[in-house]
């Protein structure tokens, strides 16, 4: 998504169809996604997230490069580390976030129901932009 995105677009908020200030810019929910990739797949996988919670969301340089060179390595971070589990591990029960009582794989198909709700935001925030957003890949 954050290809299709022109540099311009990335942190548009949408001015003057007047949306609340509480809304994430195109860059943010990029960066959301990013942060939440880290959040579930860290304890999901066992290894330790390089970066504290919510800590990408606050990142200064919000360009599109830099937006995406961050995205693109919560993903790798994501899969790299699932190709080291086992089927056996991906049984285990933990408790994601503290609160939620699931087994590892879960937390990991989390992540994608995470990605799957962002990318909507996202594709309307494209669309705005008069931008066509990426084919869907089903099969």
């Not at 009582?101 to 990318?119: G, P």
Request: net charge positive; charged share 25%.
């Amino acid at each position: 998504m954050s290809r299709r995105c022109p540099a311009v677009v990335a942190e548009w908020r949408f001015p003057e169809i007047n949306l609340p200030a509480e809304m994430r810019s195109f860059a943010e929910q990029l960066l959301h996604l990013a942060d939440a990739n880290y959040g579930f797949a860290s304890p999901a996988t066992g290894i330790k997230s390089p970066f504290a919670q919510r800590e990408l969301e606050k990142t200064a340089d919000k360009s599109k490069s830099n937006v995406s060179r961050i995205v693109l390595a919560s993903y790798d971070f994501v899969i790299d580390n699932i190709k080291k589990m086992s089927e056996e591990q991906l049984d285990e029960a933990i408790k994601l976030f503290g609160s939620f009582d699931m087994t590892k794989r879960m937390a990991l198909i989390k992540v994608f129901e995470h990605q799957v709700h962002h990318r909507g935001q996202t594709t309307v925030y494209l669309r705005l932009a008069g931008v066509k957003p990426p084919e869907e890949k089903l099969f």
